[in-house]
Structure formats: C-alpha cells, structure tokens
C-alpha cells in the first residue's frame, strides 16, 4: 500500500505546486490552525506482530499553534514549526462499532516555500482508550505514536483543502501482558482554518 501512496503523493506534490514560488501563504504567516479530517485506515496481519485485521473510519478534530517564525528562508525547507493537539475518533467499522478515542499531540513541520501548496511531515502520539474487544490487547488503556506526511492545497487565503498518509500504532506499552499492537495505514482527507 505504501508504494503506491508515495508516488500518488509526490505525483500531486509536482503537478499542484509552482516549483519555483517563494510566495508568502497562510502557513507562513498564521499563528493557529485549526481543522478536521476523515478518512479511513487498516491494521494488516504480518505487519509487525499484528495478528487481527481491523478497519476503522477516522474522525479528528484538531488544533495546531505555530511555534517558530520561518527558518531557512529561500531554501528547500523553509518552514516553520508547529505542534497540532488532536482528539481522534476510530470507529472499528469491522468489529460491531466498538471504537477508540483518546488525544495526540504531534509535531509538524510546514514547508512554506511554496505558493499554494502546503507539504508537511509529523510525529507524535499519546494516550488512546481501546475498546475493541481483543484479549489480545492486555488492556484497554493504550498507547499510540504515528508519523506521516500530508499536502495542503489553499483555496483561498485562510483555508486549505488536506490529504495526508499516517502509519498509526497501538498498543499498550508493554504495562500489561498480552500486548499485541495495531499497525495500521491510514489516509485521510480535511479541511484547515488558518489565523
């Protein structure tokens, strides 16, 4: 699945951007961000030692507070810092509807060289209450850390229009016996203020 999100990614990457811009976008002004996504994600058997398939539709609610002003003006990654708090719901659309929620806060750095199109990439985690019925999880406060990359595209100049890959990882952090772990791939869509 990575292998083909990645040239998908890169693919919209060259075509939405004028390469050569070094115009000033919302991201390299704003102070906050805030915003939604949906999309959906899948743990596979094998991957790491994940021994349940579980599918989920994701919703995130978020807010993100920019920490620095632009580094690196004029280069490749001129950006900016950003830390995002979000408060994530997973529905586990093959397991009855039992779901999974918690909060996350993730670091981001925005790329901000370009005219319209915003590139990121993230990391970070946090606490997740897992409810979805395996013995095999050990316990149902989990632990989740996650890193990715996304492309935002403004369509005007406080909102952009986001898709974004993230490998997502649960378990409980080894604070209860059994502690088989969800690795999943998700893909997500949404939408961001920024102010």
Same mark, same amino acid.
């Given at each position: 699945?990575?292998?083909?999100?990645?040239?998908?990614?890169?693919?919209?990457?060259?075509?939405? /951007?004028?390469?050569?811009?070094?115009?000033?976008?919302?991201?390299?002004?704003? #102070?906050?961000?805030?915003?939604?996504?949906?999309?959906?994600?899948?743990?596979?058997?094998?991957? %790491?030692?994940?021994?349940?398939?579980?599918?989920?539709?994701?919703?995130?609610?978020?807010? %993100?507070?920019?920490?620095?002003?632009?580094?690196?003006?004029?280069?490749?990654?001129?950006?900016?810092?950003?830390?995002?708090?979000?408060?994530?719901?997973?529905?586990?659309?093959?397991?009855? %509807?039992?779901?999974?929620?918690?909060?996350?806060?993730?670091?981001?750095?925005?790329?901000?060289?370009?005219?319209?199109?915003?590139?990121?990439?993230?990391? @970070?985690?946090?606490?997740?209450?897992?409810?979805?019925?395996?013995?095999?999880?050990?316990?149902?406060?989990?632990? #989740?850390?996650?890193?990715?990359? @996304?492309?935002?595209?403004?369509?005007?100049?406080?909102?952009?229009?986001?898709?974004?890959?993230?490998?997502?990882?649960? /378990?409980?952090?080894?604070?209860?016996?059994?502690?088989?772990?969800?690795? /999943?791939?998700?893909?997500?869509?949404?939408?961001?203020?920024?102010?």
């Amino acid at each position: 699945m990575l292998k083909t999100i990645l040239p998908l990614f890169f693919t919209l990457f060259i075509l939405l /951007s004028p390469l050569n811009s070094l115009a000033d976008n919302a991201a390299s002004t704003a #102070s906050r961000e805030f915003g939604f996504l949906t999309g959906y994600g899948s743990s596979f058997v094998g991957f %790491g030692t994940t021994r349940h398939r579980v599918q989920t539709w994701d919703a995130i609610l978020r807010a %993100g507070f920019f920490l620095s002003d632009e580094v690196g003006k004029g280069s490749w990654y001129q950006g900016r810092h950003e830390v995002m708090l979000e408060l994530p719901y997973h529905l586990a659309i093959n397991y009855g %509807g039992r779901s999974m929620v918690g909060g996350y806060m993730l670091g981001h750095w925005r790329f901000t060289s370009l005219d319209k199109v915003v590139p990121y990439v993230l990391a @970070g985690g946090g606490p997740l209450f897992v409810d979805l019925g395996l013995p095999t999880m050990g316990t149902k406060l989990c632990f #989740s850390y996650q890193g990715g990359a @996304g492309l935002q595209y403004l369509v005007n100049k406080n909102t952009a229009l986001s898709f974004e890959y993230r490998y997502h990882h649960i /378990s409980n952090a080894g604070t209860a016996s059994p502690n088989e772990p969800i690795n /999943s791939n998700k893909i997500l869509l949404g939408i961001s203020f920024y102010r």
